[in-house]
């Protein structure tokens, strides 16, 4: 860049560290006076080693590079793939501008469209009413962004009725790392590294959740009570029948013992001889 030297009394060229946005501006007045090839020059450097002004740690950088390989946006030598180089065109976080991008695949991105964008923006279910307004018109704002973008593209809009499972094989595309297992009630276990999550209160699937959980107890419980109850009448009814034979036997004992002439086996009596004195 060329700058004033006091010292030198002269302009003279000097090395500054230069943005993207400057770069291309530069290389557009390079062709208006007559044909010209602008040529960048940059210095070979590798990512994990580049001096970044807001440097993270290299595990984070590598998170990172390990999840746009997963949503298919890097190839295997750190590359942009195809859908890289779209995925780049959006102004979203890439797991949003692969939902984009599936659901022009599956024929249905103008549903998808409406998800992304109210995805963008805090959340619109929110009191007072002045701010959900708010919100919603930044919704609007971010829509029409978008569409924008993909008039651009040449990428037109599909829609896919009221067929919900494409719209949800459209977001599993892209939040596929957030899957979860049921494990108990309102609570639940990441699939690919075993963490715990919990269902935020916000959630719409918050109540229906608790409500077939409470359900499902209360006809366990129900069903556990009519076990309970048949037990209690087998044992109550094994006891009274034991009650019964001891009854009868004791009546029994008691019948031999005040008739001590009658002979074991036979109902007849016997008389005592009387003794002629």
């Not at 290299?58 to 390989?69: A, D, R, T, V």
Request: include cysteine; proline fraction near 5%; glycine fraction near 6%.
């Amino acid at each position: 860049m060329k700058v004033y030297n006091p010292k030198m009394g002269m302009d003279a060229l000097q090395v500054f560290p230069v943005s993207r946005a400057a770069a291309d501006q530069r290389a557009r007045r390079a062709g208006r006076t007559g044909p010209c090839t602008c040529y960048w020059l940059y210095t070979e450097k590798k990512l994990l080693d580049f001096d970044f002004m807001d440097s993270s740690p290299q595990e984070n950088i590598l998170n990172s590079l390990y999840q746009l390989w997963v949503l298919g946006a890097l190839n295997n030598v750190g590359g942009l793939t195809d859908i890289g180089w779209k995925i780049v065109e959006f102004p979203l976080d890439p797991p949003l501008s692969k939902m984009l991008l599936m659901g022009e695949q599956l024929g249905c991105l103008d549903d998808v469209l409406i998800i992304v964008s109210m995805l963008s923006v805090p959340s619109v279910f929110f009191r007072p009413k002045d701010r959900a307004e708010e919100r919603l018109r930044k919704a609007r704002e971010v829509r029409s962004q978008l569409l924008d973008i993909l008039k651009t593209l040449k990428i037109p809009l599909t829609s896919c009725g009221y067929d919900w499972d494409v719209v949800r094989k459209a977001i599993c595309s892209a939040y596929f790392h957030n899957a979860a297992r049921l494990k108990g009630v309102g609570e639940y276990v990441n699939c690919r590294n075993g963490m715990p999550y919990h269902l935020h209160p916000r959630s719409a699937l918050y109540d229906i959740t608790l409500l077939k959980d409470k359900k499902k107890q209360k006809k366990e419980k129900t069903t556990m009570e009519e076990e309970m109850e048949n037990l209690w009448k087998m044992k109550a009814e094994a006891e009274r029948e034991s009650k019964e034979k001891e009854r009868q036997k004791s009546a029994k004992q008691q019948q031999h013992v005040s008739m001590p002439g009658l002979r074991q086996g036979s109902s007849t009596y016997l008389r005592p001889k009387k003794l002629d004195l």
